[in-house]
Antibody, heavy 119, light 113 residues
């Protein structure tokens, strides 16, 4: 069965950095695009990044562009999100999700990892 | 505010039918991008409910249905049950130069009376 397991969340000071990981299993990871989506406490869903199956193309919203970097290691079936220059408004649960293309639906989501940006 | 507009809340009694709207524009739903719907129970990850405007993944009851017309889409839930109480989100893709990428609605909280 498909499994996505996020890790790497925690408490970080404003301006700090954090790297999230998403371990994938149960499907051919190297043929699938992947998203990061976040949800601030009590708020709605916000798309954070998408990477194509081979890592050649990456997409971000303006809110994180230049600060966050999505990457993947297909040999390890693992997705990453490097987050730099973190702000209080980046505090959220971060989910990884499987998406065949950037506009396709995501049938599989991880359980999420909480990132708290606070001094 | 979100690129896709949803009502903050809807409610209905058990057995009734409710609809949740998702209004976009000519740079997303109106230009032909698909709409997908997710259900999120408290403390859990979103679950895909409808994909490609009107298709249900395996295991989703046929009480849930989706439609799309022009710049809007709708999720309908018939035979409302207590377990349907959750937050619902629509998702699409936006091609505008100012914000190209995946967009979500702000979410709708469904209360079963």
């Amino acid at each position: 069965q498909v499994q996505l397991v996020e890790s790497g969340g925690g408490v970080v000071q404003p301006g700090g950095s954090l790297r999230l990981s998403c371990a994938a299993s149960g499907f051919t990871f190297s043929t699938c695009g992947m998203h990061w989506v976040r949800q601030a406490p009590g708020k709605g869903l916000e798309w954070v990044a998408f990477i194509q199956y081979d890592g050649t193309n990456k997409y971000y919203p303006d809110s994180v562009k230049g600060r966050f970097t999505i990457s993947r290691d297909n040999s390890k079936n693992t997705l990453y999100l490097q987050m730099n220059s973190l702000r209080a408004e980046d505090t959220a649960i971060y989910y990884c999700a499987k998406g065949q293309s950037i506009a396709a639906a995501s049938e599989y989501w991880g359980q999420g990892t909480l990132v708290t940006v606070s001094s | 505010q979100s690129v896709l507009t949803q009502p903050p809340s809807v409610s209905g009694a058990p057995g009734q039918r409710v609809t949740i709207s998702c209004t976009g524009s000519s740079s997303n739903i109106g230009v032909g991008y698909d709409v997908h719907w997710y259900q999120q129970l408290p403390g859990t990850a979103p679950k895909l409910l409808i994909y490609g405007n009107s298709n249900r993944p395996s295991g989703v009851p046929d009480r849930f249905s989706g439609s799309k017309s022009g710049t809007s889409a709708s999720l309908a839930i018939t035979g409302l049950q207590a377990e349907d109480e959750a937050d619902y989100y629509c998702q699409s893709y936006d091609s505008s130069l100012s914000g190209r990428g995946v967009v979500f609605g702000g979410g709708t909280k469904l209360t079963v009376l």
